[in-house]
């Protein structure tokens, strides 16, 4: 792939010239990627995706698009589609007259708008939808003409800001996987903004964690998931257990941590400072087993279940160990067995399972 399509080169953010929004963005996206830039309110994602729309301007570096830097140019001539939370869709227009808005703009043909039009209509399953007004659609339906919009005058790249944002979560399940769908079949590039972790997962090639104005780690949905590089990123992306204590040694690429009022366990020396470091080690609670035979695996302690949470195709027990709290996540076996609060359990994981982090 061509790993060059669009690149974003030293790009910061001031507001105020003083704190940074966003601090030294180095980023190449591919050409036909699906990217997703993942991270809580206020970490800089948001206002790198404004940059590149155009609606906002770098306080330094450059932007790339296809070659050309756009960092100067006016949104309208960078050749983006864009997609909203809130559709922004013209409500006095029927849904043709807002797909054709952005055709004319371009002085395309009227004929040229007529089967752009119907061609995207039909390519989001809306195609007897044409003469209907905004407010006479659902909310799913909005949000496909506002994604028809973005697709009909072939834009370069499309860019996506919160777009699902204001679905309830079927609905919202059922347009991850259309927008999948419709990605993997146009070959379109897209940049996609959320704070949904699991929306990351499911549509991305690639996700960009930010937190800070900085990009925390970056790769494949199952690399941050596996593969967290630190203690923000298995803490923000999936669910995971992150055992609090202290670093007591290291042999080779496993580690020992003392957890306070458990004992030592041991881990993968994934990025760990030096010997009595705070340190925490993220385990995923799919990864706790139960009932393990005490000398089957390095890390086996009976603990005290707090809670038991029933959700349908799974169970999660709420443990204490030591001073930590640990989630265990079981399939829904339908066997009818019952763990009470209060009793207790044997659990236990593989030391690689475990990935131990700098808690700084």
Same mark, same amino acid.
């Given at each position: ?31 036909? *990627?699906?990217?997703?830039? %993942? ?17 906002? +301007? ?24 864009? =997609? ?10 029927? =849904?043709? *007259? #807002? ?45 496909? +003409?506002? %994604? ?29 996987? &259309? ?19 699991? &929306? ?39 669910? #995971? ?6 670093? +007591? ?10 957890? &306070? ?37 390095? #890390? ?23 001073? #930590?709290?640990? &989630? ?8 009818? *067995? ?23």
């Amino acid at each position: 792939m061509d790993e060059s399509f669009l690149t974003f080169s030293d790009v910061q953010k001031t507001y105020d010239g003083k704190s940074l929004v966003v601090k030294k963005l180095n980023l190449d996206i591919a050409r036909g *990627e699906f990217l997703t830039m %993942l991270g809580p309110s206020g970490s800089g994602k948001t206002t790198t995706l404004m940059m590149l729309a155009g609606f906002e +301007v770098p306080t330094h570096g450059r932007i790339l698009l296809d070659g050309r830097p756009i960092d100067k140019l006016p949104p309208h001539k960078r050749d983006i589609g864009m =997609v909203f939370q809130n559709y922004a869709l013209f409500p006095h227009m029927t =849904v043709e *007259e #807002n797909l054709a808005f952005p055709l004319k703009v371009r002085n395309i043909s009227k004929g040229d708008i007529e089967t752009k039009v119907k061609r995207t209509l039909d390519m989001v399953q809306l195609g007897s939808f044409g003469k209907r007004l905004p407010a006479q659609l659902s909310g799913g339906q909005q949000q496909r +003409v506002a %994604l028809a919009r973005a697709l009909c005058f072939d834009p370069k790249l499309v860019l996506m800001d919160e777009p699902l944002g204001a679905l309830d979560k079927q609905l919202r399940d059922q347009m991850q996987h &259309e927008i999948r769908q419709l990605h993997q079949a146009l070959g379109v590039t897209i940049v996609y903004v959320t704070h949904d972790q699991g &929306e990351a997962l499911t549509m991305s090639d690639r996700i960009a964690v930010f937190n800070d104005g900085i990009v925390q780690q970056l790769g494949p949905p199952s690399d941050l998931y596996e593969h967290p590089q630190n203690a923000f990123v298995a803490r923000f992306v999936g669910d #995971n257990n992150l055992l609090r204590g202290t670093l +007591v040694s290291r042999e080779g690429s496993n580690c020992s941590v003392e957890l &306070e009022g458990a004992g030592a366990i041991k881990a993968l020396a994934v990025n760990i400072g030096a010997v009595g470091h705070p340190t925490v080690v993220a385990l995923r609670p799919e990864r706790v087993m139960l009932n393990p035979e005490s000398d089957s695996l390095p #890390n086996v302690f009976d603990v005290l279940v707090e809670d038991l949470i029933y959700l349908g195709d799974h169970v999660r027990i709420r443990a204490a160990i030591g001073g #930590n709290t640990l &989630e265990v996540k079981l399939p829904n076996s339908g066997n009818g *067995e019952r763990i009470a609060p209060g009793a207790r359990i044997r659990i236990g994981w593989k030391a690689h399972d475990g990935r131990a982090l700098d808690a700084h």
